[in-house]
């Protein structure tokens, strides 16, 4: 937009140089051209009646101000009056104005003028006298007139183009601050608001996009802190109704009610996940925590130490590969509690999709500003419209042991890593399986 107002600007001036200063230019070129061709038939015509009187005065006269054209004064009959002076060639204008009685001027060029400009004047006894004046000092003065103002209207133009600039700035500063809130707003930031200034309308916009912002953090605050109680108030039952359950399955020795038993309470510990992803996920929107160098190799080796004992009832291998650095503590820039939880879902999923005897492999690597993590399982993998729909809430995909999960998982690592600063993606493991590929901010040493 500043681009735009600095062009209107600019072409707004230069229409207005056009309007003034060409016309001013043009009239200036024409007075150059009347002054000197009022000037030059003024001498011819003297010259004129100084041939015609023929007395030794006139012709002494004659003489002298033909000396100062240097040459360039011709004349016809000059065999009783400066014979010394050139004989004009016969020609059209040379005719018309013997006949007609009348001065006639050629330019020598239809555009301007040419290198001459040519005045013949009639005198007594069908004698004319010529002055073929040189146009070279006519047309440097042009040349300063044109010039000068084609300098100037340059110097206007640049000075216009740095006003506009600085005016254009002025005029759009709040659009931009405009845009930053939506830029904020956008990237999950509800407390940004704009400042109310500029003209009357962008202050009224800013007004109704401050009153907007401001109803809809309110909304979606109710609605985190809805999820939140909900999700904690459901938790106390949920966890009475497994201890009951397995009361029951403890207490009785039918098969059919302990398998009627452990379906439900297999229900119950999935309504258990789903409950407690649906906190996490009000936690995480919240942002309650702040990003800080944490080292992540620790927490690696933290949560692998938690699930190789699940891992190992399968037989499944979980590797830890080379890439953390000299020392081995690489740094990102995570709240705490988020990559442990994140860990804890892309090693869940891993789990519960690889075969027995599998393996899932544990790699991070330093790309410059940033830290990847990567864990590749060996199970069967997505496709391309699974891993489209992987991040969206509540949904499930089939792994080997069944649709068991809550549909939260993915939902979650995508949340708690792009709240710090990160991304994650989807991608097929060498040899097949899936591979969760997550980046996340570097931190420096001392941060």
């Not at 006003?163 to 930031?189: H, Q, V, Y």
């Not at 109310?196 to 809809?216: K, M, S």
């Not at 359950?245 to 439900?264: H, K, S, Y």
């Not at 953390?324 to 509690?337: E, I, N, T």
């Amino acid at each position: 937009m500043n681009r735009q107002l600095i062009r209107s600007y600019i072409l707004l001036v230069a229409v207005a140089i056009l309007l003034f200063t060409v016309p001013v230019a043009f009239t200036l070129t024409t007075q150059l051209r009347d002054d000197t061709k009022q000037s030059v038939l003024r001498e011819a015509q003297t010259m004129a009646l100084l041939l015609g009187n023929g007395d030794s005065t006139s012709c002494e006269a004659l003489t002298k101000v033909a000396r100062a054209y240097d040459d360039t004064v011709q004349a016809t009959r000059t065999d009783r009056c400066a014979p010394d002076l050139p004989k004009p060639v016969a020609d059209a204008a040379l005719t018309r104005a013997v006949k007609d009685k009348k001065p006639t001027t050629d330019w020598g060029s239809a555009f301007v003028w040419g290198k001459h400009l040519t005045v013949t004047v009639p005198a007594e006894d069908d004698a004319a006298v010529r002055i073929v004046y040189s146009t070279s000092d006519m047309t440097k003065r042009l040349w300063q007139i044109w010039g000068f103002r084609a300098g100037l209207a340059v110097l206007v133009l640049a000075a216009a183009a740095a006003i506009g600039a600085i005016a254009a700035r002025r005029i759009t500063a709040p659009l931009r601050e405009l845009n930053g809130m939506a830029a904020k707003f956008s990237d999950g930031d509800l407390t940004a608001r704009s400042q109310v200034t500029g003209p009357p309308e962008t202050q009224t916009l800013a007004r109704t996009l401050n009153q907007g912002a401001e109803r809809l953090d309110t909304l979606v605050a109710s609605q985190r802190i809805f999820v939140a109680d909900a999700s904690h108030q459901l938790r106390t039952p949920l966890t009475a109704l497994r201890l009951s359950l397995d009361n029951i399955a403890d207490g009785t020795d039918d098969d059919f009610v302990r398998e009627d038993v452990e379906q439900a309470t297999a229900e119950v510990v999935r309504m258990s996940r789903l409950v407690n992803g649906l906190l996490v996920l009000a936690r995480a929107e919240a942002k309650v925590t702040a990003a800080e160098p944490l080292s992540l190799r620790d927490i690696v080796d933290e949560r692998l130490a938690v699930w190789r004992p699940a891992a190992d009832e399968r037989g499944v291998t979980i590797a830890l590969m080379g890439g953390w650095g000299v020392d081995g503590r690489l740094l990102v820039l995570a709240s705490p509690g988020h990559l442990d939880q994140v860990l804890d879902n892309v090693l869940s999923n891993a789990l519960e999709v690889s075969p027995d005897g599998g393996t899932i492999t544990v790699r991070a690597q330093s790309r410059g500003d940033e830290m990847e993590l990567t864990v590749a399982d060996e199970g069967p993998g997505m496709s391309d419209a699974e891993k489209s729909r992987a991040f969206d809430r509540f949904w499930r995909g089939q792994g080997l042991t069944g649709r068991s999960g809550s549909g939260l998982g993915l939902a979650v690592v995508k949340q708690l890593v792009t709240d710090d600063g990160g991304t994650v993606t989807l991608a097929d493991a060498p040899g097949g399986g899936l591979c969760v590929r997550i980046t996340l901010r570097a931190a420096q040493r001392g941060a």
